[in-house]
């Protein structure tokens, strides 16, 4: 069988349905990563208090709750990529074993799906999941780099050295952690992507509310609210 013939499975309005959630995915974390500078995300103000974080870390002696903040931020990037490397063996063993995948489609939809179409369903979460899994072990690896550098930050802060080092550490503090937030938007949307297995439809609602939801902690919340107090 060839693999024109897999895609051919697929109807135009599940075409359109998964290009719809993966063109979402891409503009939407544009969007939350270049917003508007009358109306910042979550994420860019977060990016200038990490900066801030730097700026008092020079003058702060002793470190040790520096360290413990940066250690505390990459076992977050690690229980994320080990949760991520589960489901992905959770979804590649329900690729092998489309059984109770198909029962489940029969009785919400009474129609029958070939195995087939369903491994092609789950792999859009496969993708989203491995794309999720990469960011949080770059994260990781970003994190370590900051680690390093504000290991080299000079304890006198009128060293010339001092500030300097500090945001180059402040910007890879930034990176890591956008790379952090793009994993957990791929998590979202893999999540989202399993509503594909009941139809184009209800892929369409669930990317319909995964914007909605990551939006609105991006832009609405109340964190959000909090950061802008002192702005």
């Known amino acids: 069988m060839t693999m024109t013939h897999h895609f051919s499975l697929l109807g135009h309005y599940d075409w359109a349905a998964a290009i719809f959630m993966i063109i979402a995915w891409l ?3 544009w969007f939350i990563e270049h917003p508007p500078k009358r109306r910042p995300s979550v994420t860019v103000l977060m990016s200038q208090k990490r900066r801030d974080w730097m700026e008092v870390f020079i003058h702060r002696d002793p470190r ?3 360290a413990q903040m940066l250690s505390s931020l990459r076992q977050g990037t690690s229980f994320f990529a080990s949760t991520c ?4 063996g959770g979804v590649l063993a329900l690729a092998k074993n489309t059984d109770p995948l198909v029962g489940v489609a029969k009785e919400v939809t009474a ?3 070939p195995v087939l179409l369903i491994q092609i369903k789950l792999a859009l979460v496969a993708l989203f999941l491995t794309n ?3 960011k949080f072990v770059w994260s990781n690896r970003v994190f370590g780099y900051c680690a390093v550098l504000m290991s080299a930050v000079p304890n006198d802060p009128t060293d010339p050295q001092a500030r300097p080092r500090a945001a180059q550490a402040a910007e ?3 990176r890591a952690a956008m790379n952090f937030n793009r994993g957990l938007r791929a998590m979202y949307f893999a999540l989202g992507a399993l509503a594909w297995l009941l139809g ?6 669930a990317t319909t509310v995964v914007i909605w939801v990551v939006w609105s902690r991006e832009f609405a919340s109340i ?3 909090i950061l802008l107090k002192d702005d």
């Open 27 to 29: 503009v939407l974390g």
């Open 64 to 66: 040790i709750f520096d």
């Open 85 to 88: 490397i589960l489901a992905i």
């Open 111 to 113: 129609m029958s799906s």
């Open 132 to 134: 999720a899994f990469l």
């Open 172 to 174: 890879l503090n930034i």
């Open 200 to 205: 184009a439809v209800p892929l369409v609602v």
């Open 223 to 225: 964190p959000r609210d």
